[in-house]
Every structure is written in C-alpha cells, then in structure tokens.
C-alpha cells in the first residue's frame, strides 16, 4: 500500500508542476514555459533571439556527478579539467596538480580552498560512503541521487528547489507499472549507504527523475564528463535539429575560476549557458537534443524511447526515414553492402587489442568508403560516424596520428556538415578542436611525451603518400583555425576565440624556429587537390563538400 500511495502522490505532484516556478525573474521577459497537448511542458522565446546572444546563464546545479574516469583529471569542487584520456597536449585544459581527498581517495581538488569549500558543502556526507564501496562507485546517476538524498536529509537544500527538482516528470507511472525492478534495488541500496530517513519510495522517485531529466556535464571543449540535473533545463523539450545547445564558458577552466576577481559577478555565477544555434523567432518553442546528433534515425529514436519513453517525430527523423526508404527503393542493393563494409571495419577494430596491425586493416577498408559519397544518406546516417571515431581515438591511442587525422577530416568535411544544426555545434566544436590538436601533432607544434621528430616525419611521410604534403598541412591547419575563428565569432560561444588566439599564436612560434615562414605556402587549388587525393573525393563531389562545410 505504501509504494501505491507513493505512486499516487507522485502522479498528483507530476500534474501540478506547472504551478511550479522554474523561470528566474531576469529571464521573464526572455522565455516561458507554456503546456504543450501531448506533449506535456515545454519552453518558448518570449520574444526574438540572436544566435550571437547566450539565451541565459546557470550556475553549477546542486545535482551532479563525474564519470569515473574524470575524477583523477578533474577538480571535484570548479570541475577543471586538468588532462583527458587521449596522448594529446590538448588546448583548454588547465595547469593544476590535484591532489586526494584524504579519507575516500576518490575526489581530487585543485586546491585547499576547493577541498575545505566541498567538504563543508556536500563532501563530507559522501566521503564515507566513498570509502566504503571502495572501487565499487556507484555510477553517476546514482552518486548524483545520493548527492540529493544526502543534503536533503541535511535540510541543504533550499526548498524551492527541492520542489523544483521533486515535480519534475519521472515517467515512474509507466515504470513502475511494469513491476518491480533494480530500480527498487537501487533506491533501497541508495537508503541504506547513506542511512536515510527517506522512503524508498521517494528515493525510486528521484531515479526516475534523473534517468528522465539529467543531462551531459560539459566541458568547454572535450565532450561531457558527467551527468547534471538543472531543473529549468530539465523543461526543454527534445529534437533531432536543436535550436539550442549547452556550452559551458572557457574562463570555467581556470582554477577557482568561481571566486576570480577578473571575472564580473555575472561570470562567477555561470557554469554554463544556453546558446542559440540560430536566430530564434518570437514564439518558437526552444529545444535542445538529448541524444548524439550524428547517430542513425533509428538509433537515435531507441535511445529516446528507451531513456525518455516517447517516439520522437521531430521534422529530422521524419525526413531521415523518407530518405532511407527512398534510398533503398532506387538502390535496393546498397544498404546490404554498406551493412557489410560495416561489418569488415567493425571486425578490425575488434581485433586491436590483440593485433596492433588490426587498426591499418580497418583503416584501410574505412579508405574505401569513397564508394558511399555519392549517397549522403548512407554515410551520414548509419554506423559511418561511430566507426570513424573508434578508428580515431584507436589510433590516437597507439600514436597513429596520420590515420587519426585522416579519419577526423572525413567527419569534419562528410559527416558534420550534413548531420549538425549550427556551425557552432558543440559537437562541431570538439570535432574541430580535436582535429586540430592532431595537426599541431603531426605538424610537430605539440608533440605528445613519447614522441620525436623521427616519428613526425614518419607520420607526414604516411600522408604524403596518401596525397596529403606538409606544405598542404600547413595550409589546411591555418584553413582550419580560420574557419574556427568565424564560427565562434558569430555565435554565443566567443569567448572560445582566446584558444584559437593560442593556437595561431603557437604556430607562428614554431614556423620561426623551424624555418616553416620562410617557405612557399601551398596555393588554394594545390592544397584542395591533395586534400581530395587524401579523401578520395571526385571533383564534382568536391565543390559541394566544400559549400556545405563553409571552410
């Protein structure tokens, strides 16, 4: 009787929310949240918005929680992010040594005044559970419902924004209908770890509502690090082309950059933003993509069934199911041979951890993907993108920088530009700067620990074979930043410009030293015909790449 009336309450909270006020005053008069029929809440621009413009800015949300493997590079406190996973001196991380927490050696902090700050705030109620599951850490989801569990029992949490986060749509109703599940589990472990006077209950509840509501935790430039609950964000519905995107500000990736007095108060308040991808009409509903962009139509539509409960039919899925069927109506054949080009990458790939040589075999049957270029719906949707970046970042890991480069050029010019809302997509953004670090790599800009210039000339030999010369690198590196610097600069997201100031700035260091400066710059017809030569993209092909990329 006790989950029943539990279940009962939540459905009468659950339809009440639009009592709830999830819209800070200074943002009144920017957006809304309005009810949608069938559809339930959603926010719309109260008047017209310019993509040069962030929509409004947040703080870093009180329910959080790190991947396991950020937690020995990042700050538990400002979440800097001192170094990633992959061997690459990668722009927009910061230089701090993090140092333990002395009783769970889980968390990391950049500093005593990060450490002492957490501790009072929330660490010391998660500590010792920490400790006591040792290497068995819950995930993130779980740690960030415990994180809420522990500080509401502690009266922590204000209670607007307990009631904020507690009428959210959970889904539980249609959940918790199918029976009982590890959910249950979960949620009795949950109360038992962090000795709760919570119900189960009220704690399944609050799974329900992260695994419906949480979003990635970002970082500037490197992909998401974690999961995030910010309950207005929470009130944005989903589509496959966005109108909006999350972007977290560079200046959040300097130690304590919280408490910095060169920072305005306004800057020491934002964690994040929400940026257009566009100019936005008046009366538009806002949206943001709850799943990975480049994924096929019908992977991106599991994901949302499975994770969210609804079928999405957004104006993208439709025409990307129209031009699949139409695909294989007028060539039947074709989607049984990418399917099975699918597999003879896959297979490679899966052999690499065993047989090093594995990661040429598949690149060398990715290199013949050129086949697919005159169908944009097979190589945009599908695999295609997957493949391209488990070959990246398998070769970045074995110092294959020449396949990892090659790779990352087929994404920057034949998947992004067909599959990205904004030519300042975050993920268009981590494409680039990613890709860009590999080019300071091969360019020996910045070279990773471990290598020399004997292995440099080894990989601008590989790409010079395959068409591509270090003139042409040179030309293309400098393209790159260039187009990079227009993409930031008409949007939100300029106050990325001062990594691109640094990397243009490297470059002119290095072309001193090295006597690049004095050499004859490869021409714009010379560089792009290397550039195909490396794709093995036909010319006709060429010119529309080319327009759709805007580079």
Sequence with gaps: MAELDSLIDSMISQRKAGEVNYIDDKYADTIKVESIPSKGQGVFAQRSLSV??????????????????????????????????LPLAQAGTASASLKDCGGCRKARFCSRECQVEAWHAYHKFECKIFKKVADDLPPPILRAVLRVVLLKDRNKI???????????????????????????????????????????????RLIFIMRSN?????????????????????????????????HRPQYTMKSRWMKSEQLSEDERQTFFQLIPLRDIQQGEELCISYVVPTVS??????????DYLFECNCPRCKSDME???????????LPGQFEQWVKDVGRHLGRVSKDPSSLQKAGSVMAKSDRFYDYPT??????????????????????????????????????????????????????????LDIFDVVLGIK?????????????????????????????????????????LESSAAKDLLVLVDERDMQAKQVSQTQGH????????????????????IKEQKWSQVMRQNGC
């Design 214 to 246: 949480t979003i990635e935790l970002p970082t500037p430039i490197h992909g998401p690090m974690g999961v995030m609950l910010e309950p207005l964000v929470a009130k944005f519905n989903h589509s496959c082309e966005p109108n909006l995107a999350i």
């Design 517 to 536: 400066g004095d050499e004859k710059k490869e021409g714009p017809e010379s560089a792009e015909e290397e550039m195909r030569a490396l794709l093995r």
């Design 378 to 435: 097979i190589y945009t949707t599908g695999d295609y993108p997957e493949i391209a970046m488990t070959i990246i970042f398998e070769a970045l890991k074995s110092q294959e920088f020449d396949e990892a480069l090659g790779n990352i050029l087929r994404i920057y010019f034949l998947i992004n530009p067909a599959r990205l809302v904004g030519r300042h997509n975050p993920t268009n953004l981590y494409t680039i700067f990613l890709m």
């Design 323 to 333: 031009a699949s069927a139409e695909l294989s109506k007028e060539h039947p054949t």
């Design 52 to 85: 040069k413009d962030a929509l409004c800015s947040l703080n870093v949300p009180t329910t959080m929680a790190i991947d396991a493997e950020y937690l020995s590079t990042t700050c538990y406190h400002c979440l800097i992010v001192t170094s990633t996973q």
């Design 158 to 204: 204000p209670e607007d924004e307990w009631t904020r986060i507690s009428s959210l749509t959970s889904h539980e109703h249609i959940l918790a209908g199918r029976g009982r599940s590890n959910i249950t589990d979960m949620a009795e472990g949950i109360k038992h770890l962090a000795e709760s006077s919570m119900t189960v209950e009220m704690i399944q």
């Design 447 to 487: 070279v990773p620990t471990g290598a020399n210039d004997d292995k440099v000339k080894k990989w601008q030999q590989s790409l010079s074979e395959r068409g591509l010369t270090e003139s042409g690198l040179i030309y293309w590196r400098e393209k790159v930043c260039a187009d990079l610097r227009r993409r």
């Design 297 to 306: 139509v019908s992977a991106r539509r599991k994901k949302l069934m499975d």
